[in-house]
Structure formats: C-alpha cells, structure tokens
C-alpha cells in the first residue's frame, strides 16, 4: 500500500538507512515469529501483493547476524506478475546473536533498483519489520493421570493420559 498517493517523496525519510530503525509498516500482520539464536531457521512468507500493473520484482532479506547490514546471503528475490495478489518469501540463515533484528521488502517495477537493500528506485515500495531473536530454553512438563481414582485390583484395567506440555520459549517438534 502507498504511504501517501498524493505526495511525492520528496526529501530522505529519517527513518532511511541500512539499519531501518524505526521504520515499522502495516502490510503484514505479525511477519514473523521469534528464532532462537544458533538454530537454522527458513523464514518463509506470503507477501500481499495489490495493483501489480506490470511484471515487478521482489526482495526481501532478514538481517540474521543483527550487523544493521542486509548481505546477499540474507536475501531471496523473485519476479512478480502483473496483476498476481502473493508472493512467498523464504530466505534461511542462523540467528547470530540475542535481541532486536529486522525484515525489509523491496518490490518495484525495476529490477536491479530493489535488489540492493538501500537506494533509489523509481517506483515500488519499501517495508520493514522487526524480528526478535532469543536464547532457546526449550523445556517440556509431563504430567499422567488415571481414569480411577480408587485402588486397583487384579485384573482391572486402569486407561492412563499423558500430557505434555511446552513450557520452553521455542516450539518442540515430534513430542
């Protein structure tokens, strides 16, 4: 979506730069959920996409070692039909470190003005979202119940039920 489609942009945005600090927009909802540093993770997601007029690019990069720098390891591109309504992203790399990153989106209709992070393009539009990247704590709790309460005796069969529950920060497969 356009930030404003009767005023050009005429002077650098202040939130400009390779860090994109403050820079926040509203065309994903919640991009991307937390990473636990250390672990390989493939970011993948369905982009929106609205008013496609002419075959556009796309790119997008997640600064996984939290250097303010988006490098071509960070990135995956592709084309984008004119008229077509998604896009899926899906770049992988390993959270370097604890604490704050970002995401940024490129899409215009020249392609090598949005395969840089940064610069000038004559047309498109630019989104930034933050990511968190933590410490892993995965933990699990078990607890078992009977479905008697009472003593059993020889030749009675007692059904148990295990639960397992996540009570980690990361999410646990194949419990």
């Known amino acids: 979506t356009s930030e404003n489609d009767n005023v050009d942009n005429s002077t650098t945005s202040p939130n400009a730069g390779p860090g994109a600090n ?3 927009d509203d065309a994903l909802p919640a991009p991307f959920s937390d990473a636990a540093v250390g672990t390989p993770r493939t970011y993948t997601r369905t982009i929106p996409l609205t008013g496609e007029s002419q075959t556009a690019r796309l790119c ?13 390891s960070e990135r995956d591109c592709q084309n984008v039909a004119a008229s077509q309504t998604s896009a899926t992203f899906s770049v992988t790399g390993t959270p370097a470190s604890a604490g704050a990153s970002y995401a ?5 209709y020249t392609a090598t003005q949005v395969e840089s992070p940064t610069g000038p393009a004559d047309s498109g539009e630019v989104e930034d979202y933050p990511i968190s990247f933590i410490n892993a704590s995965p ?11 009472s003593t059993d005796t020889v030749g009675q069969i007692t059904t148990y039920t295990f639960t397992a529950t996540n009570t980690g920060n990361v999410t646990i497969n194949n419990v």
């Open 22 to 24: 403050g820079d926040l």
């Open 60 to 72: 997008g990069w997640v600064d996984f070692d939290r250097d303010s720098v988006f490098e071509s």
């Open 104 to 108: 940024r989106f490129r899409l215009g």
């Open 139 to 149: 933990a699990l709790s078990l607890s078992k119940t009977a479905d008697r309460i």
